[in-house]
């Protein structure tokens, strides 16, 4: 079965420190992979994705995230946290020609 | 990108009835999909909805519990039928983006449902 998993339920950093939030993978083929965030009554927002080539992509509000194809993995980053930041952030993967699968969900707070 | 605007944002229902939930899309788009999100948990497939032909459910969704409408290429209608507490979840409308295939999808902004 394919699945995406999110080993932490909450990830708490201090503003200004750099912030990870990770996500492993398990599904066949070479999948395209996402990440989106939740602000509180909020539909879902793209944040950025990986389909080929550099195994660095960047995002919007200065998100990150690292394709590691022999851990499967595909951790979300960001050198300086803000306040703002603070959300839920789900990871997914979309095996090609198929339907998303999506992650638990990462609570990030990040503290003034 | 695509700009989808969901209705109603959120309802409180009685148990038993039905809630029809509107999603519009500012643009054509070939397929539109439904999610939930239960409290606390992340988003499962409802089901995709094709215009011009039946919706295609997920494994453990049936039509008659939640119909889809699908009467043209930006719009499109979820139906929580004889609800329950259990129905209780965010409700999302979903696209790919226009014109693409396998890319992002762009959500609504959710429909919160408490049934009671």
């Known amino acids: 079965a394919q699945s995406v998993a999110q080993p932490e339920d909450q990830v708490n950093v201090a503003e200004g420190n750099p912030l990870t939030v990770k996500c492993t993978y398990s599904?066949?083929?070479?999948?395209?992979l996402f990440w989106y965030v939740q602000y509180p009554n909020r539909g879902l927002q793209f944040l950025l994705k990986?389909?080929?080539?550099?195994?660095l992509v960047k995002g919007s509000y200065g998100f990150e995230a690292e394709f590691n194809k022999s851990q499967t993995s595909f951790h979300l980053k960001k050198p300086s946290a803000l306040v703002s930041d603070s959300a839920l952030y789900f990871c997914a993967v979309r095996p090609f020609g198929q339907n998303f699968v999506f992650g638990p969900g990462t609570r990030l707070s990040v503290l003034p | 990108s695509a700009v989808i605007s969901q209705k109603p944002s959120r309802d409180i229902c009685q148990r038993g009835t039905s809630l029809t939930i509107q999603c519009q899309v500012d643009?054509?788009?070939?397929?539109m999909f439904w999610y939930r999100q239960q409290p606390g948990q992340s988003l499962t497939l409802i089901a995709t909805?094709?215009?011009?032909?039946?919706?295609?459910?997920e494994s453990g969704f049936v039509i008659d519990k939640f119909p889809i409408s699908r009467p043209n290429l930006t719009f499109s209608t979820l139906t929580v039928s004889n609800m329950s507490p259990e129905d209780s979840s965010i409700y999302l409308c979903s696209v790919e983006d226009p014109g693409r295939t396998n890319t992002e999808a762009f959500f609504g902004q959710g429909t919160r449902l408490t049934v009671v």
């Open positions: 990986y389909i080929t080539g550099d195994n």
């Open positions: 909805a094709n215009q011009g032909s039946e919706a295609t459910y």
């Open positions: 599904v066949s083929g070479n999948p395209y």
């Open positions: 643009s054509q788009v070939t397929m």
